[in-house]
């Protein structure tokens, strides 16, 4: 989704994938970076970080600016700023090279997107495990691993949403959902919500993004080590050996299991919910989940709907799948929150933008920025002309 207001635009990625491909295109366009630092070196440096600082060094390869990332990690921009600053310091990045001034920032990133596949790898752990815990409230004292879960303390309607899906798992022992919805519309929140209402019912719960698009051996090396209880589990080249090791955990304990952004696995193509050629073992692991017999749940968000669920799901059988809409009139308090004004003319600005959370936040922000957050201008000044270019999904 792109939003033009008053011919400036507003950027909106709605697609994890869009800041990835970024991300690649400033690495390939880095040819004169200054590589002197070695693996070993990167790796000290590294492991010798704070949790907080960690977390900032993650979310730049991610893509993400300094506002998203002060709300990440809870410090303001200028924080993060200063952070960024101590990181080049610490991995002694030049400001310039041969005489040719560099980002400092970009420098940064492309030297971590060098290294940091090889330090996971090495230390056979998900690189969202490094990130920095999220403020999440917790009161069980079950093991729970929450990696790079969003903070979903401030949580707008769903209640019937949140009624189902806990239904559906605590009450009729559902091994497969998928939460499914355009970019933006709440599936993460929603997955983040829910794990937290039910999390006293599992043994174990574990929560993790394929926004990185991992290989599934290598998550499932992630998910046995948590699970399985041990330093180092007994893992297989296999895919089909380690799934079953997985099971064996699934059955063992009450398990739950988080993959938010499994979309990004998925071949977006003429055909929906079929997986890119290096990532088809995905399969195998949702049908044999969703097939076989444990006392545990996999919950997955996603654009498109995964064809095993499509197989294998019904009203009456322990794979389901819940198509999410927009907020209604439950996106009123988001805008009451932003401190809109006009609350008469909020029903229109919600019908507008379908309810869609992440799209009324942008435009909420736009709102308070040119018109003093006055909806009733804004939705008058577009009727007229001047606010024309709204692209919709």
Sequence with gaps: ????????????????????????CVFKKQTGIHRTMSLE???????????????VLILLL?????????????????????????????????????????NRRQELIALTAQYLPDIAKNRAFAPEKVRFASSLPSFSQNPQDWGGAPDASVFYGRSDELSTLQQWIVEENCRLIALLGMAGIGKTTLSVKLAQNIQEKFDRVIWRSLRGIPSLNYLLAD???????????????????????LLECFRRDRCLVILDSFDAIL??????????????DYSQLLKRIGQEPHQSCLILTSLEKPREIALLEGETLPVRSLQLEGLGSAA???????????????????KLYRGNP???????????????????????MSLTGIVQDIIFW
């Design 1 to 24: 989704m792109v939003v033009f207001v008053n011919s400036q635009k507003l950027r909106f990625h709605c697609d994890y994938k869009v800041l990835q491909v970024n991300c690649v």
């Design 41 to 55: 070196n990167f790796t000290t440096i590294f492991e010798q970080l704070t949790p907080k600082p960690k977390s």
């Design 62 to 102: 991610e893509g993400k600016d300094d506002e998203e990332i002060s709300q990440e990690i809870g410090a303001t921009e200028a924080t993060v700023r200063k952070h960024v600053q101590n990181l080049c310091d610490r991995f002694e990045v030049p400001s310039e090279i041969a005489g040719i001034k560099k």
């Design 223 to 245: 998910l046995i080590q948590f699970f399985s209880k041990q330093a180092n589990p007994n893992l297989s080249d296999r895919v089909d050996l380690n799934i079953f090791q």
């Design 267 to 280: 071949s977006h193509g003429d055909f929906a919910g079929h997986y890119q050629d290096a990532h088809k």
């Design 332 to 350: 009123k308090e988001l805008l009451r929150a932003k401190g809109l004004s006009a609350e008469q003319r909020w029903g229109t600005l919600i």
């Design 358 to 380: 992440l799209a009324l936040k942008i435009v909420a922000s736009t709102i308070q920025e040119l018109f003093e957050g006055n909806v009733a201008d804004f939705l008058d």
